[in-house]
């Protein structure tokens, strides 16, 4: 069988930055390598480069034999190229590759456009991929999947990402008929993007005339939205990736100044708005948490973004089976 005859195969491209990242329009170049252990015939060894979207979730309502259970889904896909590495020009139109080592060169380009970024989550993917499929005669293709770290970068020059942001919320505490003083929050945060493994910084001022001691808390949010195509339905998702707490206020506490330092996960994806089916969007959330009371709180959207480098090309085996 094909599965026992070839060995050791990977797909190598040349990683154009750190990261092992790739952006519309960028150049794919690398090779494909296997070993066989005995003579093999093929019509022709193909490479397929696709990107795409899917998302899929599903409901239930009623109980017991009236529950019913709906289901959604919806695909995009972005773009599908093909080309052929081996073809059949030998006798009878097929080739017969011999026993050893086989190595092929190949280059291909990512098409440019406003793609979104790979995305992987609790209902739906985005996903690109490079696929080398080896179509045998009398026998189904046989494939090799290699999944693509795929970037939309963002325009740098938009003022908007760089500005601070700033916000404030207070409350008042309720026991029976009497009231404490109020409870104040200013905060301000010094951008909007952040690439993940950045470390954010919000500067911090409360005031605390209630009896009660009260935290300083932040969490970064991730909301991840999966759509119908007609977006009719969605699912939304929350995950918190990062908090960190403050010190305390303590009661009757006035004018308290803090500085909170919360770095963002060097894993985190990066935000997906130009997605019709799937969207990732982030925030910051700082609050006040004080016991017995729900909690005062600001928002800051924020978008985790990457910027194109230009390192140079190293080696990066993308499949190794």
């Known amino acids: ?23 519309g329009g960028d150049l794919i170049t690398g090779q494909i390598r296997f070993d066989l252990t005995k003579e093999t015939k093929i ?25 019913r259970r709906k289901t959604y889904s919806a695909r995009v896909d972005f773009f599908t190229y093909k080309s052929v590495l081996v ?18 060169p190949f280059s291909c380009q990512l098409p440019r456009g406003d793609f979104p970024s790979s995305f992987n989550g609790i209902h739906g993917r985005i996903s690109y991929s490079l696929t080398v499929g080896f179509d045998r005669p009398w026998h189904l293709s046989k494939e090799f999947i290699t999944e693509l770290n795929f970037v939309n970068h963002i325009d740098p020059n938009q003022p908007e990402l760089w500005a601070p942001l700033s916000g404030s919320n207070s409350k008042t505490l309720c026991c029976l008929c009497c009231a404490s003083g109020p409870i104040t929050m200013t905060v301000s945060l010094d951008k909007k993007a952040f ?5 954010a910084k919000m500067v911090c001022s409360f005031s605390n005339a209630s009896s ?13 939205m999966f759509y119908t195509h007609s977006r009719n339905s969605k699912r939304m998702v929350f995950k918190q990736l990062a908090w960190v707490s403050g010190e305390p ?10 500085e909170i330092l919360l770095t963002v996960p060097s894993s985190a994806s990066l935000t997906v708005s130009n997605c019709s089916i799937l969207e990732v969007d982030y925030f910051i959330e700082v609050s006040l948490c004080v016991t017995g009371s729900a909690d005062l709180t600001v928002l800051f959207p924020i978008i985790l973004y990457e910027v194109r480098s230009h390192a140079h090309p190293m080696q990066y085996s993308g499949a190794n089976i």
Not at 43 to 67: C, E, L, Q, Y
Not at 195 to 199: A, D, L, R
Not at 249 to 258: K, L, M, P
């Open 1 to 23: 069988m094909f599965q026992e005859a070839i060995k050791n195969f990977g797909i190598n491209f040349e990683a154009l930055n750190e990261r092992n990242t790739f952006s």
């Open 87 to 104: 073809c059949n020009a030998a006798v009878n139109g097929k080739t017969r590759l011999p026993p050893g080592t086989h190595v092929y």
């Open 249 to 258: 206020i303590g009661a009757h506490t006035s004018d308290v100044q803090s």
């Open 43 to 67: 019509n022709a060894i193909t490479m397929k480069m696709k990107g795409g979207a899917n998302v899929h979730w599903s409901t239930s309502s009623g109980s017991g034999k009236r529950k």
């Open 212 to 224: 009660r001691t009260a935290t300083p808390k932040v969490k970064l949010q991730q909301k991840q």
């Open 195 to 199: 690439k993940p493994g950045e470390t």
